[in-house]
C-alpha cells in the first residue's frame, strides 16, 4: 500500500489488560491509515521453532521460512481478535499494520493472528472476547472459506500464504 506512514510511537499507548500488555490508540485512525511497522531480528524456520516458546510468542511470519521475533517496541503488545480492527500489508519483507476500518480514539490495535501464519506449527487458546470468536487461534488455512475470502478482498494475506495455499 503506497500511503505516506504519518503514524507515530506517541500516537499509541501500551498498556496491561487481562490479554496481557495491549496497544491503543490515542487519535482516530482513518481506514486505511498506516498505524505501525513491526520490528525485530528475522529469523530461519529452524532458528524460530528453537526460540520460541508457546506461552509467550511473539514472532511473526513474514515468508515461507522466514520469521519477525520479537522487538521492544510497541508492534510485540498488538493483540489477535477474531474481529480485528487491522491488517498487514508488506513492502518485501517489511510487515506494515494498516488500519481495516475507522478505528476511535481509545480503541485497542488488533490484528488477526491466523492472516500471518502459514506453519503448521504453533496455536493458541484465543482470548479476544468477540462474538464470532474461534476459540483457537492457528494457521490461514484453517479460517472458514467466507472469512478467507473477506481477507484476501482487504488485501491483508501475504503473497507467501496466497502461493502456498489457495482455494
Not at 15 to 26: I, L, N, Y
Not at 57 to 71: A, R
Not at 98 to 109: A, H, L, M, V
Not at 122 to 148: A, S, T, V, Y
Request: glycine fraction near 6%; aromatic fraction near 12%; hydrophobic fraction near 30%.
Amino acid at each position: 500500500m503506497e500511503q505516506e506512514k504519518t503514524c507515530r510511537r506517541q500516537d499509541l499507548a501500551v498498556r496491561d489488560t487481562h490479554k496481557g500488555r495491549s496497544v491503543f490508540t490515542k487519535r482516530a485512525f482513518k481506514r486505511n491509515e498506516f498505524i505501525i511497522e513491526f520490528a525485530g531480528d528475522v529469523y530461519t524456520r529452524d532458528q524460530y521453532l528453537q526460540l520460541m516458546t508457546f506461552e509467550d510468542n511473539h514472532f511473526i511470519q513474514i515468508d515461507t521460512n522466514l520469521f519477525q521475533g520479537p522487538s521492544d517496541a510497541p508492534d510485540n503488545c498488538i493483540n489477535h481478535s477474531c474481529n480485528p480492527n487491522c491488517g498487514f500489508h508488506y513492502t518485501g519483507r517489511r510487515p506494515l499494520l494498516y488500519s481495516i476500518r475507522d478505528i476511535g480514539e481509545g480503541e485497542e490495535i488488533t490484528f488477526d493472528y491466523s492472516t500471518t501464519m502459514d506453519e503448521g506449527f504453533w496455536e493458541m487458546e484465543c482470548l479476544c472476547g468477540e462474538k464470532n470468536c474461534r476459540g483457537i487461534i492457528r494457521d490461514f488455512r484453517h479460517l472458514p472459506i467466507p472469512l478467507q475470502k473477506k481477507y484476501r478482498l482487504l488485501g491483508i494475506v501475504p503473497d507467501f500464504i496466497l502461493k502456498t495455499f489457495s482455494r
